[in-house]
C-alpha cells in the first residue's frame, strides 16, 4: 500500500531496555521526521533527515537515535528507555525542501514501566 | 524561538452553529502556516498551507485565513463528522521543522 506506515502500532517496554520504532514510506520523499506527541506539548520535533545518511537533531533529540541508510526507512531507537519516552510517536515524510505539507503515519504508542 | 498558540483548547457546537479557531504566531520568517486535522488515534491529516498575509484557502466547511500575527480556521455550518482536533504549524525560513501549537479540540453535538 502506498503512504507510510509504522511499526508496530502499540509497545509496551521495561526501563532501560532497548526498543526501535519503525516508519517506512512509499513515496521516495526526500524529508522524514520524528515527532512525539504528549498532552499539553503538542507535537515536538525529535530527528529530522534530508535524505539517506542525513539526519539532524530537533527540539528534543536527547535519549534518541535515528538512521536513515535508505531513502525510504527511517527508525527510531530509544536507546536505553525511560518513563518520560512514554509518549505517541509519529513519523512524516515530505517531498522538498519549504513550505510543503508533510504527511504522517498513524503513530506508535509506546509506554515505558 | 519560533511559537504558536491556539485557543481555545477545547470547544463544542451545535450542529450547523458556525465558528473560529485561532492560531497566533510568532516566527523569525514565516515560511509558511499549516493546518492539520487529527481524528483520535490517528496521526495529522493536512488541510491547507497558506504563505502570506491575506491569503485565503477554502475547503468544504472550512476557510483558512492568514495575518501576520495570526491564523483562523473558519467553519461554517459544522456537523458531527467535523469533530476532531485541529493543529496549526509554522515553518519559518531557512527552517525544515514544523512547530506545532497544542490544538483545538472541537466538538460538534448533532
Known amino acids: 500500500d502506498a503512504g507510510i506506515t509504522q511499526s508496530p502500532r502499540y509497545k509496551i517496554t521495561e526501563t532501560g531496555r532497548q526498543v526501535t520504532l519503525m516508519c517506512h514510506q512509499t513515496?521516495?520523499?526526500?524529508?522524514m521526521f520524528w515527532y512525539r506527541q504528549d498532552l499539553g506539548h503538542g507535537l515536538r520535533l525529535i530527528y529530522y533527515s534530508a535524505a539517506a545518511d542525513i539526519t539532524d537533531k530537533g527540539e528534543v533529540p536527547d535519549g534518541y537515535v535515528v538512521s536513515r541508510s535508505k531513502t525510504e526507512n527511517f527508525p527510531l531507537t530509544l536507546e536505553s528507555a525511560t518513563r518520560s519516552q512514554t509518549s505517541v510517536y509519529f513519523c512524516?515524510?515530505?517531498?522538498?525542501?519549504?513550505?510543503?505539507?508533510?504527511?504522517f503515519g498513524q503513530g506508535t504508542r509506546l509506554t515505558v514501566v | 524561538e519560533d511559537q504558536v498558540t491556539q485557543s481555545p483548547e477545547a470547544l463544542r457546537l451545535q450542529e450547523g452553529e458556525s465558528s473560529s479557531l485561532n492560531c497566533s504566531y510568532t516566527?523569525?520568517?514565516?515560511?509558511?502556516l499549516f493546518w492539520y486535522r487529527q481524528d483520535p488515534g490517528k496521526g495529522p491529516e493536512f488541510l491547507f498551507t497558506l504563505y502570506s498575509a491575506g491569503e485565503e484557502k477554502e475547503k468544504e466547511r472550512l476557510k483558512a485565513t492568514l495575518t501576520k500575527k495570526e491564523s483562523f480556521l473558519h467553519i461554517t455550518a459544522p456537523k458531527p463528522e467535523d469533530s476532531a482536533t485541529y493543529l496549526c504549524?509554522?515553518?519559518?525560513?531557512?527552517?525544515?521543522?514544523?512547530?506545532f501549537g497544542t490544538g483545538t479540540r472541537l466538538t460538534i453535538i448533532p
Open positions: 513515496w521516495s520523499h526526500s524529508y
Open positions: 504549524a509554522v515553518q519559518a525560513d531557512l527552517n525544515e521543522k514544523l512547530t
Open positions: 516566527v523569525s520568517g514565516l515560511r509558511g
Open positions: 512524516a515524510s515530505s517531498e522538498f525542501r519549504g513550505a510543503t505539507e508533510a504527511f
